[in-house]
C-alpha cells in the first residue's frame, strides 16, 4: 500500500495541492496562491531560499525609509508611482497598498478642506 501507483489520488496533481501554480507536466494547469507571484518574485525567493536567508527582502529598509513609514503627501505619491508592482512579495504588496490607502486619505482630507474654504461664507460676500 505503500507504493505510489497504489496510493488512491497518487497523481503529481494531487500530491501537490493547490499550493502550486502554473502549468503541470501534462499540460493542465493548477490554481493556488502562488499564481499571483511574477516569475522575478519566485527567483527572489528561491535566492533566498537557497542562501538561508529570509523569504524578504531586508537590505532596502537600510536605505531609507519603507513605506509603512513614509509620511502621506507628494514623496509617498511620487514613490508608489515608481513601483513595479509585480516585483514586489506579498508582505511587500499588503504594505504598498496601506500605503495607497494613507495617501489617498490625505488626498481626501485636502479636498475636504479647499471645499470648506471655497464655500465658506466669508467668500461668498
Given at each position: 500500500?505503500?507504493e505510489p501507483?497504489?496510493?488512491?489520488?497518487?497523481?503529481?496533481?494531487?500530491?501537490?495541492?493547490?499550493?502550486?501554480?502554473?502549468?503541470?507536466?501534462?499540460?493542465?494547469?493548477?490554481?493556488?496562491?502562488?499564481?499571483?507571484?511574477?516569475?522575478?518574485?519566485?527567483?527572489?525567493?528561491?535566492?533566498?531560499?537557497?542562501?538561508?536567508?529570509?523569504?524578504?527582502?531586508?537590505?532596502?529598509?537600510?536605505?531609507?525609509?519603507?513605506?509603512?513609514?513614509?509620511?502621506?503627501?507628494?514623496?509617498?505619491?511620487?514613490?508608489?508611482?515608481?513601483?513595479?508592482?509585480?516585483?514586489?512579495?506579498?508582505?511587500?504588496?499588503?504594505?504598498?497598498?496601506?500605503?495607497?490607502?494613507?495617501?489617498?486619505?490625505?488626498?481626501?482630507?485636502?479636498?475636504?478642506?479647499?471645499?470648506?474654504?471655497?464655500?465658506?461664507?466669508e467668500r461668498?460676500?
Amino acid at each position: 500500500m505503500n507504493e505510489p501507483s497504489k496510493r488512491p489520488n497518487a497523481s503529481p496533481r494531487a500530491l501537490a495541492g493547490s499550493m502550486l501554480d502554473g502549468p503541470m507536466m501534462d499540460g493542465s494547469m493548477m490554481d493556488g496562491p502562488m499564481k499571483a507571484m511574477s516569475p522575478g518574485v519566485v527567483d527572489f525567493l528561491f535566492r533566498q531560499l537557497v542562501a538561508g536567508e529570509p523569504p524578504e527582502d531586508v537590505q532596502w529598509r537600510k536605505e531609507g525609509l519603507v513605506l509603512g513609514e513614509q509620511p502621506a503627501g507628494a514623496e509617498l505619491a511620487r514613490r508608489l508611482a515608481e513601483v513595479d508592482l509585480e516585483s514586489l512579495t506579498p508582505g511587500e504588496l499588503f504594505d504598498y497598498v496601506r500605503a495607497a490607502q494613507r495617501l489617498g486619505a490625505w488626498a481626501d482630507r485636502l479636498r475636504e478642506a479647499a471645499v470648506a474654504l471655497y464655500c465658506s461664507p466669508e467668500r461668498m460676500a
